[in-house]
């Protein structure tokens, strides 16, 4: 049985910054790849960024500049550093990770961007 847990949400002003963490555990072979979606009150889960086993990664362009995904295999965890943000951020962020081939997610994780 494996296991996604995000951690780091929370209320932050415009221009701030937070970390995201998100741990996998349980009974797991391999992590392929690993990212983070949102989504906003009544609009679809959208990607915000994801990061492949070798360290590849790829961010949707609203947040390009402002946002960096990493992993440390050795403890199965993503993160999202999330700098200068802007009340549009404001979203559930949810953690993905394709583990030995099956898609899994966490229950996400509340960001809210207001002064």
């Known amino acids: 049985q494996v296991r996604i847990v995000e951690s780091g949400g929370g209320l932050v002003q415009p221009g701030g910054s937070l970390r995201l963490s998100c741990a996998a555990s349980?009974?797991?072979?391999?992590?392929?790849?690993m990212g983070w979606y949102r989504q906003a009150p009544e609009k679809r889960r959208e990607l915000v960024a994801q990061?492949?086993?070798?360290?590849?990664?790829n961010y949707a362009d609203s947040v390009k500049g402002r946002f960096a995904i990493s992993r440390d295999n050795a403890k199965n965890t993503v993160y999202l550093q999330m700098n200068s943000l802007k009340p549009e951020d404001t979203a559930v962020y949810y953690c993905?990770?394709?583990?030995?081939?099956?898609?899994?997610w966490g229950q996400g994780t509340q960001v809210t961007v207001s002064s």
């Open positions: 993905n990770a394709v583990i030995d081939l099956y898609d899994y």
């Open positions: 349980g009974s797991i072979f391999k992590i392929y790849n």
């Open positions: 990061i492949t086993g070798g360290g590849s990664t």
